[in-house]
């Protein structure tokens, strides 16, 4: 799936700053690799695009409530590269 980011970037012309993925199992995805990108969005205030697999993926794993201050200020967009996808404020 990283992979497949990667090529979604490059054909979006969007430069990749960080990346946050997760390793250890899908479980714990939320509470760490979360929190990581949480903590860097707090850090950076400038317009990110944050990039996932799918939406699926998302929807299922993440919890939006976190994600939308940050959408609602127009800091972040979401984008879902397998599904081609954008979500902004």
């Known amino acids: 799936m990283l992979h497949r980011c990667g090529h979604y970037c490059k054909r979006k012309n969007l430069h990749v700053v960080d990346v946050f993925f997760e ?15 949480l903590d860097y969005l707090k ?6 695009s944050v990039v996932f ?3 699926k993926t998302y ?3 993440v ?3 976190k994600l939308l201050p940050f959408m609602q200020s127009g800091q ?3 984008r879902f590269a397998k599904d081609n996808v954008i979500i902004s404020h």
């Open 76 to 78: 972040i967009e979401l």
């Open 63 to 65: 919890d939006i409530s």
């Open 23 to 37: 390793t250890s199992g899908i479980k714990s995805y939320e509470k760490d690799c979360m929190n990581k990108l």
């Open 53 to 55: 697999y799918s939406r």
């Open 59 to 61: 929807l299922k794993y």
């Open 43 to 48: 850090r950076n205030k400038t317009k990110q």
